[in-house]
């Protein structure tokens, strides 16, 4: 079946330290691999995607890069700000076109 | 641009009660769908739709029903509210391509007390 995995929160950080969300699947088939980020009282946006083996996506200082060999997509910045405190969903749309989310990863930036 | 359009954004209902939430979208997206959000349990999808008139189940569909009977539309009827019910509902559409991403609404702060 197709599942996501990532890693519990919250975490804390202080500003201008390097962030890493981990995430792993299981899926049929080649799915593509997303990241939203969700603010409070929002819903999710996209905050980057990558829809083949060894893409990578990038956007607003994140990356992540699609590994099938490991089955991970995990989130990277390599200087975080106030401004990026959300909750990170990480998911995957299978071949069947259904998508499968993650539980969600609550980071905090502090001054 | 509106994208996805969710109404309303809190509500609360007094155990069974029913009530419909809206969803509708403006980019003629084919795929729709909606989840339910509970703390520590991430997006639990509902219902979804390929189509107009065509709706599936999800992984929680008990105690909701779907129709859509257009590509813009696709509300969520809550039968007979129950407590285990109060969450916060998304609504979400894309294209039904399997690499493109899903549009979400701001959410239902839904509350049966």
């Known amino acids: 079946g197709n599942s996501v995995t990532q890693m519990e929160g919250p975490v804390t950080l202080s500003e201008e330290a390097f962030l890493t969300i981990n995430c792993t699947y299981t899926a049929t088939g080649y799915p593509s691999l997303f990241w939203y980020v969700q603010y409070p009282g929002e819903g999710l946006q996209l905050l980057l995607k990558a829809t083949k083996a060894d893409d990578k996506g990038s956007n607003k200082g994140f990356e992540a890069t699609y590994r099938k060999e490991t089955t991970s997509f995990h989130l990277e910045k390599g200087s975080v700000q106030v401004s990026d405190s959300a909750v990170y969903f990480c998911?995957?749309?299978?071949?069947?076109?259904?998508?499968?989310f993650g539980t969600g990863t609550s980071l905090t930036v502090i001054p | 641009n509106a994208g996805v359009t969710q109404t309303p954004k809190f509500q609360v209902l007094k155990t069974g009660q029913s009530m419909t939430l809206q969803c509708a979208q403006d980019?003629?997206?084919?795929?729709m769908s909606w989840y339910r959000q509970d703390p520590g349990m991430g997006l639990r999808l509902i219902h979804y739709s390929v189509g107009a008139g065509i709706t599936d189940q999800g992984e929680v569909p008990n105690g909701y029903n779907v129709s859509r009977s257009t590509t813009e539309d696709f509300p969520l009827r809550l039968l007979s509210a129950a407590p285990s019910q109060t969450s916060v509902y998304f609504c979400a559409s894309s294209r039904d391509r399997a690499n493109t991403e899903a549009f979400f609404g701001q959410g239902t702060r839904l509350t049966v007390v």
């Open positions: 998911a995957l749309r299978s071949t069947g076109n259904q998508f499968y």
């Open positions: 980019m003629n997206h084919e795929y």
